[in-house]
């Protein structure tokens, strides 16, 4: 199986800044990542895939990079409603994996 | 709009079953393939496996062979998923999403329910 690997686990900041997520894969996924965010109470939302494609409805203060095994999600000029975790996962081969979460927290 | 809704939280005894359920609307379930996955709370997420509506085709992470069962009510929207043999480690947040037609993402989720196994 494909182990992802995100960093960093936890990830303070404020409204306004900008941070970057990281995530490596144990193999080459070619472009092949995607993005979500999970917050309590609600659904999981794709925000990325294959890499860089911002899905449906994502703000385009999101945009993802990468290929081959390392992947980056850059959030900028955060807003209160980007405070959660997020996970990478892989779509280049079953079983699709996920990485460990990263949490954006509240500075 | 889309919406997936699962069945309530589950307390279960070590060595019984349960069954699952999605339900879905707002969409043509008949040809869609819906994936389930399993969460312990704190942890990352798992694929668990994938069934086609159309034809009830299955595929496994290798890892829940045995564990999970998929099948769908096409009548119903619905789609289930049986865990077996349930043991403390499988105590967990499960969530079925829908795959997006075109690429293996997971584009709609449903908001997850608990399964504890306990005596």
């Known amino acids: 199986d494909v182990q992802m690997t995100q960093s960093p686990s936890n990830l303070a900041a404020s409204p306004g800044e900008s941070v970057s997520i990281n995530c490596k894969a144990s193999k080459s996924i070619s472009k092949y990542l995607a993005w979500y965010q999970q917050k309590p109470g609600k659904a999981n939302k794709l925000l990325i895939y294959s890499g860089s494609t911002l899905q449906s409805g994502t703000p385009s203060r999101f945009s993802g990079s990468g290929s081959g095994t390392d992947f980056t999600l850059t959030i900028r000029n955060l807003e209160p409603e980007d405070f959660g975790l997020y996970y990478c996962q892989q779509h280049n081969e079953y079983p699709w994996t996920f990485g460990g979460g990263t949490k954006l927290e509240l500075k | 709009q889309v919406k997936l809704q699962q069945s309530g939280a589950e307390l279960v005894k070590p060595g019984a079953s349960v069954k699952l359920s999605c339900k879905t609307s707002g969409y043509t379930f008949s040809t869609s393939y819906m994936s389930w996955f399993k969460q312990i709370p704190g942890q990352s997420i798992e694929w668990i496996g994938m069934?086609?509506?159309?034809?009830?085709?299955?595929g496994y992470n290798q890892k829940f062979k045995g564990k999970a069962t998929l099948t769908v009510d096409t009548s119903s929207s619905t789609a289930y998923m049986d865990l077996s043999s349930l043991t403390t480690e499988d105590s967990a947040v499960y969530f079925c999403?829908?795959?997006?037609?075109?690429?293996?993402?997971?584009?709609?989720w449903g908001q997850g329910v608990m399964v504890t196994v306990s005596s």
């Open positions: 069934i086609y509506a159309g034809d009830g085709g299955t």
């Open positions: 999403a829908r795959r997006a037609n075109w690429v293996s993402v997971f584009d709609y």
